[in-house]
């Protein structure tokens, strides 16, 4: 068991379990204490592919493909998804990611976030398979990865 107080709030940690307790001033000058739960779990988070694209004629040139993916959260216990980014992808037809898009500061249960990832297309190429590899941290600072550690290249 672990015990943090710091500028008014204390926070209890036993096991996976979080207990947070925020003390602050009531309107009547009494110390309001309330107990919020936050659960140390791996969120669960799903991928979406929503937009296949050029962005540009400049891109279309270059051999540069757009994806935009839609990043959920499916979680039902309040398991926020922590500094979430793509960490790389793995793909077929020598195709490579040469921008995996911005890091995600939070992806709260039930909510879902866009990212868009660019990949460098050979010419000829008309399809490829891709696997997306992400990493983020739950509440508690644990790390995931996704879908799993991303394999060494």
Same mark, same amino acid.
């Given at each position: 068991m672990k015990l943090?107080?710091?500028? @008014?709030?204390v926070v209890v940690t036993v096991g996976l379990m979080t207990l947070v307790l925020i003390q602050g001033i009531g309107a009547m000058g009494n110390a309001a204490v @309330?107990?919020?739960?936050?659960?140390c779990?791996?969120?669960?988070?799903?991928?979406?592919?929503e937009n296949v694209y050029w962005g540009?004629?400049?891109?279309?040139?270059n051999r540069t493909l757009s994806i935009d993916y839609d990043v959920s959260n499916d979680s039902a216990n309040y398991a926020n998804a922590h500094n979430l980014q793509i960490l790389g992808t793995s793909n077929t037809a020598g195709v490579s990611s040469i921008d995996h898009g911005r890091?995600?500061?939070?992806?709260?249960a039930g909510e879902?976030?866009?990212?868009?990832?660019k990949y460098n297309v050979p010419p000829g190429? @008309?399809?490829?398979?891709?696997?997306?590899?992400?990493?983020?941290?739950?509440?508690?600072?644990?790390?995931?990865?996704?879908p799993g550690p991303m394999p060494l290249l």
């Amino acid at each position: 068991m672990k015990l943090i107080k710091r500028l @008014g709030l204390v926070v209890v940690t036993v096991g996976l379990m979080t207990l947070v307790l925020i003390q602050g001033i009531g309107a009547m000058g009494n110390a309001a204490v @309330g107990e919020y739960s936050c659960y140390c779990t791996q969120p669960v988070l799903r991928l979406t592919q929503e937009n296949v694209y050029w962005g540009s004629y400049a891109d279309y040139t270059n051999r540069t493909l757009s994806i935009d993916y839609d990043v959920s959260n499916d979680s039902a216990n309040y398991a926020n998804a922590h500094n979430l980014q793509i960490l790389g992808t793995s793909n077929t037809a020598g195709v490579s990611s040469i921008d995996h898009g911005r890091n995600i500061n939070m992806v709260s249960a039930g909510e879902c976030e866009l990212v868009t990832v660019k990949y460098n297309v050979p010419p000829g190429v @008309g399809s490829f398979n891709t696997r997306v590899y992400a990493t983020t941290r739950d509440q508690c600072g644990n790390s995931y990865d996704y879908p799993g550690p991303m394999p060494l290249l």
